[in-house]
């Protein structure tokens, strides 16, 4: 791929400002520079082989997560599934992969450590963003779809387990059909309460935890 398919048609918030190889050990993918024009977010984009408008495109919106993607975290199930979105990706040879930069559902890195600190005394997920003053679930994927439409996907398939990263889609005019994207839990054995919390209290589409 040279340059992604660009949408110069519609509006959008966000733009391309950079856009290089990236070899990983699970291949060869183009990395993308997308900056939002209308705040201070700024989104990496990974994508693999030609993006076609009206092909259904393997699609991940991946909410940063420094603890599971950086440092392995098992407290969570995030890192493995950023891995396990590249591999699928990866082995299809055609995808995308938004890096979604709203830490801890939106509250930043330090109030996720202070969230985790209440976690430690008892507290879920939920709870602990609750009693800091924040909302559950402050994230917003406005953007993400801008980010499809620049790249000219209008038909994905969301790897994903939350159901409104899908509402999102649907309310932006994209197709989008969910597939799943579940993590062992033998691998994440500590995090089983909170994604216990996330099907219970913020209604995830998981099995039975």
């Known amino acids: 791929m040279n340059n992604p398919s660009i949408s110069s048609v519609v509006e959008l918030s966000v733009e391309l400002v950079a856009n290089a190889n990236l070899p990983t ?51 969570c ?34 109030n996720k450590i202070r969230a985790y600190a209440l976690q430690d005394k008892g507290a879920d997920t939920v709870e602990a963003n609750l009693r800091l003053g924040f909302e559950v679930d402050a994230r917003d994927y406005e953007q993400c779809s801008d980010i499809l439409k620049l790249l000219g996907v209008n038909s994905v398939q969301l790897m994903s387990n939350n159901p409104d990263k899908l509402a999102a889609l649907h309310s932006a005019g994209i197709i989008a059909e969910r597939v799943p994207l579940e993590i062992d839990l033998d691998m994440v054995a500590p995090a089983r309460g909170y994604l216990k919390t996330k099907k219970e209290k913020m209604g995830h589409l998981l099995s039975d935890i």
């Open 25 to 75: 050990e699970l291949g060869e993918f183009r990395i993308l520079g997308i900056r939002s024009k209308i705040d201070t977010q700024e989104f990496v984009v990974l994508v693999k082989g030609e993006l076609k408008t009206n092909t259904p495109t393997l699609v991940r919106i991946h909410s940063q997560c420094l603890t599971g993607d950086v440092f392995h975290s098992i407290k």
């Open 77 to 110: 199930d995030c890192g493995r599934q950023l891995y396990a979105a590249m591999q699928t990706v990866a082995d299809a040879g055609l995808g995308v992969i938004i890096y979604h930069p709203q830490e801890g559902r939106g509250i930043g890195i330090i």
